[in-house]
């Protein structure tokens, strides 16, 4: 197999004349330098070679703008060097910004929406609801009373009795939405995540874990995304919900009854237990975990790692196992690298003070 | 979308009247108090309103009994206050208990069994055996020499050849068995999960990493749950093995030759490495891992996020990275907040000692 | 369900004269002791019995191999003790390497290739190429312009438009290969592994999270495996890329951009952040997070659990959360276990030297 298969197909195809980069920025960039050639890739600053488009997302990596080989670079507006021969700048408010709607174009090239209608080997049970302008692709289960809206479903799609699915939504394949669960319009659920598996909960009873039922359901409000194999489990009553515009990475598990607030970031493997609630704005770190039953306020921080154990205040940061204040963390983090020395220290001061404390009498570790 | 569509679904097909809730719990409940109507929802003690069923499970919660909106509220014996005017106390033995004998009365009208038979998109290879009272959803396949039991499985599930679904099961969509494997009576598969994926294991011969062939097979006894996404690799040789009665949440690991007990509760996305043992009755909070090749003894209690790298001893409770007793962990947690004040009294201390060691000697960290 | 059907079964089916099993091993073995039956099973050391084969693979269990049941037993070279009466020894340089060429034979028979071809139920777009040596199970998708090798596809895989799929690849059931994405040689994919998910990236403007395009996509190179369920992001633009030979468990997360080189080995539970690169040889121990844009060096081991959010140098070892040198987090594991005598040593201290600093100046913690 020859690599860069992709790159040269994409190269081929996909090609930008400055005026049409320009014109997708909607006015954001002015430009510095001069190339009159086409752009006909994307890269890093440090892969970039002639031809391609760079830009200037993370402050880290200012120092490889200088240097770079692309031959037109979104830099911030407050970037103040000048451009190479024959390279062209373009200051802009938000450059990863600016990029993305440039791919946001590319996107809607490479990756169109399927056509609309319905596979021939997709099953509808009587009694469900399509959209005409619904896409549904190959494989996919629709059940009785299910509601769809114009939506596109790719292959293997399992939509439960009685579930909805919002307009303007988008499923990838192996995704499944149980009985009753709601999918607000415009969101975006990758493939293989699960919506509306039970919630874990028994009651130990005559010498066994006795099942609870879950019969509350799942709703996710507009604008949510899921990201792939992430599990949100349906209530035990009532509803587990994901608020408006919130985001959720890969692998991440919701258990039964949380309740996520809007515009909420949950990264990778993130695990949050049942009945706990986000409010808006919360920033959940990769593979934290937060206990169940508690409250996490407004425009919380929680670092990647973290395992929260008792309420967050709002606005506030934590980090550490269990969770504490950010600031503390990293002071303490420094000085656990110190305790080798202190002990020492601490040894020869004993012993410098002679400590009348006898060995024997001495407290136990 | 509008909101509220299940719950407003919820209250129009389902209402009890007192009676029928009382016979439900099977005569475990004596009531305080009046409520003439029915009951048509239910929900916690906080967002209760009138008409609604309501619950104290966790004591956290005590406080809100008395104040909450609900028409009926499900109070352990011992709860002592009286109920407000025109609400209803129903004392029971354990009122989580006594609410999922309700929930399970509610979920087998809301989330019934599908009906017998194969549906027609299903493929049954030559020489499997399918039970008539089985439920085949569709785009299911079952291999050459499977047997299957009075089982449901639901969409798109996969069973491998020669492997084997017991009596009573359930397998939820995407679920898979592979090639062998072995699923004993009232299994619950939630969706996505895997049983039977190869086991991690390699040698590193000849510049490369050699995989190392794994013909063992999964065996879950009977009354295993399994959550959505959770993987559970076959046996190198042998079995991986699941005892009965043992419930594993959602994105749990279960590695290669790792041999679970009886009536063991495993949380979300905990890792298990190969031919560790669980005896009975152990619990693992959410996100531990545990390493390979150990033993974890029966009724051990293993902490969210704890990292177990050597045996655990019957009955203890263990917590930390890496993991350590618990109340040992529970004070170097207090402690470690307290390091700035240590390292801040201690230079003090040692400037009032006027330590004699010349600081180029001191040791250094 | 009766217990031990799979043992049964394969004991029937399958069992090796002695001169089979050295014929395996290709010449590395020499004998001592003697066994003049067929071996039927494979079992640890300490449950065989009469019959099986077993091996001493983890030091840990050198003591078991005397008063071992098994009638045959792989050992390393240097193992001096000889066998029980009617038992037989096989010495050889790796006896888990030894064991693996069995179990490969094994393999080829239990867990058969599939028989070339297409399923009936099998759906394939206009303009897909499907070798004729492939062999595609029930409910495929494969999309227009995708081009699949000689590879084996088991049930419901789903193969999106303009993805390759390397000769002598192995899918297994709900895997799913994005639009573009490029999969090479010998790679095996485990069950519900979802290759070229969204990178989760988004940009904050005009009060929500704006969904920033992904328009890379997801190169493995030759003889990859990807453990079940585990998610590996397209790139925002370019390609995610797995090196050749590298090994991937169970659940693990790649996000966008990222690079690992070849020969590395990720367990199960892994998180690696956007952009980070990982060098040729990396061993990252299971549940360990990595941070985005980071480097790891060449060789280096990251232990399981720890949470990466440096740099990490070449053929270094690094534990801990935030990661450390590997010694310097051992020897801290084992102080901060006494840090709760070092207090009171301390305030013991603290009073015989009758510090002149008076309580309320004291710093506070």
Redesign the interface.
Known sequence: ?E?G???S?YQMVHTYRLDQLLELLGGDGSTVGSYDGVIHG???LE?ARAGDLSFLG?P?YRPLVKGSQASVILVPEDYMEGPADGQLLIHTK?P??A??LI??D??SK??ARPATGI?S?A?IEDGAEVSPEASV???C?IGAGAKVGSAVL???V?VGR?A?I?DGSYL???C?V???C?I??RN?L???C?IG??G????F?E???????????V?L???V?V???T?I?RA????TRIGA?S?L???V?I?HNVNVGK?C?I???V?I?GSTVLEDGVVVG??A?I?G?LRVGAGAMIA??T?VVSDVDSGSKVRG??A?PMM?FN???V????????????D???K??K???PEPN????
């Open positions: 197999m690599q298969f992709f790159l197909f994307i890269a890093s892969k993370n880290k938000n990863s910004f990029l993305a791919c946001r590319i996107e490479l990756l596979h080997s099953v692709g190959a494989f289960f790719q292959s293997h399992s009685s909805m919002g990838f394949p192996h499944w149980g009985d009753y709601e607000g319009r975006r990758l493939g293989g699960l598996s039970d874990y909960g028994y009651e009873m010498g066994a874990h006795q099942r609870v039922p879950q019969v509350g359901n709703v409000e507009d604008d995304d990201g792939a194999n599990t489990d035990r009553f009532g509803s515009g985001k990475d890969n692998q598990q258990a515009h970031l990264v990778a493997q695990g237990s990769g593979q975990g206990a039953h990647g790692g395992a196992y269990p504490m503390l002071r303490i983090a000085l656990q690298r110190k305790l080798p020395d202190l002990f020492k220290r601490f020869q001061l004993e410098n003070v400590s009348p404390i001495r407290p136990n570790q």
